[in-house]
C-alpha cells in the first residue's frame, strides 16, 4: 500500500517536470521568434538608412576607425632620446661586465689547473 502511494507520487511529480519542462521550452521558442523578428526588423531599417544616406555611414566609420587607432597608439608611448640613450649604455656595460666576468672565470680556472 505504501509502494503504490509512492508510485502514485512518483508519477505525479514526473508528469508536472514533464509539463514544466514543455512550457519552459515553449516560451524560449516564443522568445526566439520575437527576437528573431525584431533583429530582421532592425536590420531592415539599417540597410535603408545606409541606402538613404551612404556619406554620413562612411564618414561615421572613418571617424570611428580614427577615434580607436588614436586609442591604440596612446597606449603605446615610445621612448625619448634620453632613455634610449641610457637604455643603450646599459646595455654595454652588461656586455662589458659579462666579457670582464668571462675572462676572470677563465683565468680562475687556469690557476686551478695549475
Do not use: Y
Not at 67 to 93: E, F, N
Amino acid at each position: 500500500m505504501n509502494t503504490n502511494h509512492l508510485e502514485e507520487d512518483a508519477a505525479k511529480l514526473a508528469d508536472k517536470i514533464e509539463r514544466t519542462t514543455a512550457a519552459h521550452i515553449e516560451s524560449a521558442r516564443v522568445a526566439a521568434d520575437k527576437l528573431r523578428v525584431k533583429s530582421e526588423v532592425v536590420l531592415d531599417e539599417t540597410r535603408n538608412k545606409v541606402c538613404e544616406n551612404p556619406m554620413s555611414c562612411i564618414v561615421g566609420a572613418a571617424v570611428f576607425g580614427f577615434a580607436l587607432g588614436c586609442l591604440v597608439m596612446c597606449g603605446k608611448r615610445s621612448q625619448t632620446p634620453p632613455q634610449r640613450l641610457m637604455d643603450r649604455s646599459l646595455d654595454q656595460a652588461n656586455d662589458v661586465v659579462s666579457r670582464v666576468a668571462d675572462r676572470i672565470s677563465n683565468v680562475a680556472s687556469n690557476l686551478k689547473t695549475w
